[in-house]
């Protein structure tokens, strides 16, 4: 079956610039969540949805960075005024059901540059 | 807090010969404890978990991983290391009865496996 998808696979925008980032999840998974990949790190939690609503949005670096998950299916992330420290993989995530022990499937990622 | 380490930043095993990668936990109460594996421009691919029970652990591709409470461990292990399992790996903690938290990532163990 389709895994996660997100899109697009790379971004490259300038310092200021607003980019949206998105993300399908495994269809009928409830959990979503976003992390961020620096190089030579593993991934830093963001935020994660169930269903519709943010449930933990702790990880979000300011309030420059938002998401939404507005029909509990696909979510966007959104970057305002992008800055160079903001280039990094983001990884979107999905899980089925409310179990703590349930794994996490990953998406490829998108690539974001910041020049 | 939770927190996971992965003292190795880079293993390397000559083919055929076995593997380790280790891997520490700190994290109030009992966890759940993951693997994952990241290949070069690859989202990250779920490999085996600790759920309860047995202490071995056995996942996909040949690895599985020991459980160890007193040293709050959960090292990967191989018997034999193919070319192939050449990647990215990262270990990943949840504490248990916390529903659909994040997960919490060590940094990565490059693994190199050499012909």
């Known amino acids: 079956g389709a895994g996660v998808s997100q899109t697009p696979s790379n971004k490259v925008t300038e310092k200021g610039k607003y980019v949206e980032l998105r993300c399908d999840p495994i269809?009928?998974?409830?959990?979503l969540y976003w992390y961020r990949q620096s190089l030579g790190q593993g991934p830093e939690f963001l935020i994660y949805f169930q269903g519709t609503g943010a449930a933990d949005d702790s990880g979000l670096p300011n309030d420059r960075f938002f998401a939404v998950r507005p029909e509990g299916s696909v979510s966007t992330l959104k970057i305002q005024r992008t800055e160079r420290g903001d280039s990094a993989v983001y990884l979107c995530?999905?899980?089925?059901?409310?179990?703590?022990?349930?794994?996490?499937?990953f998406g490829p990622g998108t690539r974001l540059t910041v020049l | 807090a939770q927190s996971v380490a992965q003292p190795e930043d880079q293993v390397n095993v000559a083919e055929g010969n076995p593997l380790t990668v280790k891997c520490t936990y700190s994290v109030s109460g009992n966890p759940y404890l993951f693997w994952y594996v990241q290949y070069p421009n690859r989202g990250l691919q779920f490999l085996l978990k600790?759920?309860?029970?047995?202490?071995l652990v056995k996942g996909s591709y040949g690895f599985e991983a020991e459980f160890n409470k007193s040293q709050t461990s959960f090292h990967l292990k191989k018997p034999s290391a193919l070319v192939s399992d050449s990647a990215l790996y990262f270990c990943a903690v949840r504490p248990r009865n916390s529903g659909n938290t994040p997960l919490v990532f060590g940094k990565g163990t490059r693994l190199s496996v050499i012909a």
């Open positions: 269809s009928g998974h409830t959990a």
């Open positions: 600790y759920i309860t029970g047995d202490n």
């Open positions: 995530a999905s899980s089925p059901g409310q179990g703590s022990y349930n794994e996490q499937f």
